[in-house]
């Protein structure tokens, strides 16, 4: 069970354990943590998950698909590190994976 | 103000779903959506991907399921207002009083809210201060290319709209087309046509970039763009396009006294009722224990909410279960001998 940090836009942060497997947008939600909408379930359809993924752990995830960049084109605020949270599956080795939540998302 | 027995609000593949359910039982209904045509997120968020879990159904895509809801429900005739949104609605005994952005208003004992997560609008740009120029020198679409000739304009997007409108408004304008990454995503044809004038300098494409400032008083006079390596770059502006395609947005549905669950709207099982008698939820705007984001699920709801909307639209008649495949009545409602 990977811990995975979740940082909002002002600073705070929340550590939890996401179960491997899951995607860091159902973590988010499956806890509660504000500032990931996920409006389309996962379906890679809204870009409502967007997230910050810190410089360290962006050369550890594969890399995004041409699908999920259209979409990130269509988030509030992206940036060069910006990923779709439902894209992101836990495993063990991103064990501490830190993301950080928009200002909102949209 | 017209009369119907239900007033549909959504036309994705719920909304439509009830037309057939409710016009099979008698009932007139009108369909009200924010977007300019039927199909909802099945045609605005994925009409060429296949859908795999309609029931009988191997395979079909978003615009498919479309248009063979909209081919089932021809039979009623219904009419749709497209491109309005529900505004207002109020009580009065028991009927239901709508009035939408267009100013249309309707009157029904029954409402079915069937609004997926909320009306699509178009994404706007993330800056502060665009705020303060939109609808003068900042639009997010084009209604009337006349406001567009003879001017400095600076679009924003990478996907079909951006590239659509750089292409058009070039004809009479200076344009540049500013995207965050250097892959555009659109057709071919127009890709090949935005570089061909490129070449011609009859445009310029800026990426990847994004927008850092506004400069102006009260009408924009440049805007200024930081480029991934950190470089500024100031561009001469009158108007800036935005074309981060459409986000949705539960809009007023949220003040109508509904009782919500995030951006859901709590309904009773049974009927998808909610909390106000003579509104129904249904589709994926609609929660209770168990319930799955499915089109076939919506598929359920409407048709059970239907059932309900019957008794308060005739309250005089008795509900009578019917069969397509045996019932004459049905039968003749669908145009069949």
Known sequence: MPKVTYKDFNGNSKTINVESGLSVMEGAIQNDIPGIDADCGGSMACATCHVYVEEKWLNKLPKAEDAENDMIDMAYNPKKNSRLSCQIILSDELEGLEVTTPEKQT | ?337
């Open chain 2, 1 to 337: 103000m017209k009369k119907f027995d239900a007033i549909i609000i959504g036309a994705g593949p719920v909304g439509l779903f009830s037309v057939h359910q409710l016009g099979i039982k008698g009932l007139k209904v009108v369909v009200i959506d924010n977007l300019n045509k039927a199909g909802g997120q099945c045609i605005e968020l994925y009409p060429d991907k296949p859908i795999y879990d309609i029931p009988a159904v191997p395979e079909c895509t978003g615009e498919e399921l479309t248009n063979r809801l909209l081919e089932q429900i021809k039979p009623f005739k219904t009419e749709f207002f497209l491109n309005e949104r529900v505004e207002e609605i109020n009580q009065k005994e028991n009927d239901w009083f709508v009035k939408t952005t267009s100013n249309n208003k309707f009157v029904a004992p029954n409402i079915i809210i069937a609004g997926g997560v909320g009306s699509f609008e178009p994404r706007k740009l993330a800056l502060k201060e665009a705020e303060k120029f939109e609808g003068k020198s900042i639009f997010y679409a084009v209604k009337d290319k006349e406001k567009f000739k003879n001017k400095n304009i600076s679009i924003f997007g990478g996907g079909d709209s951006a590239l659509d409108w750089a292409l058009e408004l070039s004809k009479f304008s200076n344009i540049t087309l500013i995207h965050r990454r250097n892959e555009f995503r659109g057709a071919n044809h127009t890709l090949s046509q935005i570089k061909e004038l490129e070449k011609s300098r009859k445009l310029t494409i800026k990426t990847p970039c994004q927008l850092e400032s506004i400069g102006g008083g009260d009408k924009i006079k440049y805007i200024s763009i930081k480029f991934d390596d950190g470089k500024i770059e100031k561009i001469d502006t009158d108007i800036i396009l935005g074309f981060f395609g459409l986000i949705m947005k539960l809009g007023p549905i949220a003040e109508w006294g509904l009782n919500m669950n995030k951006k859901t709207i709590e309904v009773n099982p049974e009927n998808f009722q909610t909390n106000k008698k003579g509104i129904f939820a249904a589709g994926d705007i609609c929660s209770y224990p168990g319930k799955l984001k499915l089109i076939l699920s919506g598929f359920h709801e409407v048709a059970l909410a239907s059932v309900e909307c019957f008794k308060r639209a005739r309250p005089k008649e008795k509900f009578r279960f019917e069969f397509t495949t045996s019932s004459k009545i049905i039968q003749g409602r669908l145009g069949k001998k």
